[in-house]
């Protein structure tokens, strides 16, 4: 069962503000196409109302910062279980668009516009296009509400590895105001894991549900050496860099590499994501902010959200510095932020030259 959702209104007494039913499915449908984020912070719309070879249509067709695309179906006038059969038979339509096809559905639903162009207005000119789309789905239903039995299949085929979760979207009035609040039937990290543990999924080295491929960017802006000293991981410059930072949470374990040094750290997440501009770390025996502190980098380089440096604290279980860095041919590197780190090969020869770290209890 999702978590219930509730809002109050503070004042000189605590009302309950009340859900209710929004007066369009197409106005929900708009408002996900003008900004998908709401679902999630990686999807870029391919287009609305897609249609498939059997003459059927998609109400939102979306594909993430990796490439993976993602049916997004509406409850509408549809029973639950209606709408759950609908989204496996778009999923069977979807799994064989080619990287061609998933091309023209953009172009087709944007006056012509080239995926790449999107692809970098949606998540920055810096971020590289998947050379590869669609090599997984996944499927989302958006409704109010479902019934208990729904909700029971939905569970049921996530657990055996089907890529479907249901959203519950709740809408709020209050005078001139109209608000969205979202909850999730299932953890979608939990229908991830199952996923990767199907048998469609087995081409892939599995996870340990554990450790984290963290790229750091030593430069201007940031230096190893702070983050080594102050204990943290950080990235900036966009949504693109910074999304997949803010996936870390506590107790993860992250192998840091340095584009063209090598490995450089592995230790233990303590906390969330936050600017740097709210950022503490212990100095002189008390918290103190960033901007008390006399760096080698310029952390501090924006203020808006969008574009500023995102801070990850770390407990470091072994660091090195740069001039010592780890690098071996076939170790596991790529342009991601952080990203989930599954190469056996790395995390062995990782365990070997960072051996304290993978000896230590996290």
Request: with cysteine.
């Amino acid at each position: 069962m999702p978590v219930e959702l509730g809002i109050w209104r503070l004042g000189p007494t605590i009302e309950p503000v009340q859900f209710t039913h929004l007066d369009s499915e197409a106005k929900l449908e708009d408002a996900l196409t003008r900004d998908i984020r709401m679902l999630d912070a990686n999807l870029m719309v391919l287009g609305s109302q897609v249609r498939t070879d059997n003459g059927k249509f998609i109400d939102i067709l979306a594909v993430d910062i990796t490439g993976d695309v993602c049916v997004v179906e509406l409850k509408r006038a549809m029973t639950p279980r209606e709408v759950v059969a609908q989204t496996l038979d778009y999923a069977a339509w979807v799994q064989q668009l080619s990287n061609e096809r998933i091309r023209e559905i953009y172009a087709e639903k944007h006056a012509g516009k080239a995926f790449e162009q999107g692809f970098a207005e949606r998540f920055g000119d810096d971020a590289p296009v998947p050379d590869e789309l669609n090599k997984r789905h996944r499927l989302l239903i958006v409704a109010s509400h479902l019934d208990p039995s729904t909700e029971r299949i939905i569970a049921y085929l996530a657990q055996y590895g089907v890529p479907l979760n249901a959203v519950f979207l709740r809408y709020f009035k209050e005078g001139a105001s109209e608000y969205l609040a979202r909850t999730w039937l299932l953890d979608p990290s939990d229908v991830e894991g199952s996923v990767e543990k199907s048998p469609a999924s087995r081409t892939q080295e599995s996870w340990n549900e554990r450790d984290y491929y963290v790229s750091f960017g030593h430069d201007a802006q940031r230096a190893w050496e702070d983050a080594r000293t102050l204990g943290f991981v950080s990235a900036g410059g966009g949504a693109w860099y910074t999304n997949s930072l803010k996936q870390l949470k506590e107790g993860d374990r992250v192998s840091v590499h340095v584009p063209k040094r090598g490995y450089v750290g592995v230790g233990v997440v303590t906390g969330a994501a936050v600017p740097a501009r709210d950022f503490t770390v212990e100095h002189g025996g008390q918290r103190v902010r960033l901007s008390a502190l006399t760096l080698r980098g310029q952390l501090l380089h924006d203020q808006d959200d969008e574009r500023c440096e995102w801070m990850v604290p770390v407990r470091w279980l072994d660091t090195r510095a740069l001039e010592q860095a780890v690098w071996e041919k076939g170790l596991f590197a790529n342009q991601n932020s952080a990203c989930k780190l599954r190469n056996r090969f790395t995390l062995e020869r990782l365990s070997v030259h960072f051996k304290p770290a993978f000896e230590a209890s996290l």
